[in-house]
């Protein structure tokens, strides 16, 4: 089945520890997404990529890394110096370019402990 | 500054009745719209688009209607079942671009049998 694959779907971390959420997709898809969700709020863009090797800065990117080393997958690492790291993290990709809905993995819930 | 608002956090209709969730946007260059819905702990799920040059779109018991001149789209169920409870987001984006999706904060919808 194609689709998109978030692991793991509940993740602990320590406070000053970095953390690496998983996503991959079997779709073909060009274009990938990190978004976080906070209870009360919309998804926030963390970063996006539409294009292997090549990536931007969402509207919170501080404090976040990716990487896109493979059209299938793009990891995000959430690192020590974001100050509020406990969230639902979602993952999306879709084909390049405009007039296309996203397709949104299973999420990762991330707690700091 | 949000570029989509969704200013109903919630909305509680009777099963069979119709249910209408409303989207504004600020930014006149987005020209493709979306909604998802979501259940807690999961991914949301796309359900219905519309492009600009249309100002209506219908799939099933869904149908989304966007009023350019007031920037502001609308997403109508009928009838409306206990199933369809859920969290309803609209996005936005600039369709011809690589631009990815803007989101709202959501409606929470509540189907009552």
């Known amino acids: 089945d194609g689709g998109i694959t978030q692991s793991p779907k509940y993740l602990f971390r320590k406070e000053g520890q970095n953390v690496t959420l998983s996503c991959e997709q079997n779709?073909?898809?060009?274009?990938m997404y990190w978004y976080r969700q906070d209870p009360g709020q919309g998804l926030r863009l963390i970063y996006y990529s539409q294009i292997v090797n090549d990536f931007q800065k969402g509207d919170i990117a501080e404090g976040y890394s990716v990487s896109r080393e493979k059209k299938e997958s793009f990891p995000l690492t959430v690192t020590s110096a974001q100050k509020n790291p406990t969230a639902f993290y979602l993952c999306?990709?879709?084909?390049?370019?405009?007039?296309?809905?996203?397709?949104f993995g299973q999420g990762t819930r991330l707690t700091v402990v | 500054d949000q570029q989509v608002k969704q200013n109903s956090p919630s909305l509680s209709v009777q099963e069979g009745r119709i249910s209408i969730l409303n989207c504004d946007y600020t930014n006149s260059m987005f020209d493709y719209f979306l909604w998802y819905k979501k259940y807690p702990a999961e991914g949301p799920t796309f359900l219905i688009s519309i492009s600009s040059i249309k100002d209506k779109n219908e799939d099933g018991r869904f149908t989304v209607f966007l009023n350019k001149s007031a920037k502001h789209l609308s997403l109508h169920i009928v009838p409306s079942q206990p199933g369809d409870s859920a969290v309803y987001f609209c996005?936005?984006?600039?369709?011809?671009?690589?631009?990815?999706?803007?989101f709202g904060k959501g409606t929470k919808l509540s189907v009552k049998p």
């Open positions: 996005a936005a984006n600039y369709g011809g671009s690589q631009g990815n999706l803007i």
């Open positions: 779709l073909n898809h060009d274009a």
């Open positions: 999306a990709s879709s084909t390049k370019g405009g007039y296309t809905e996203a397709f």
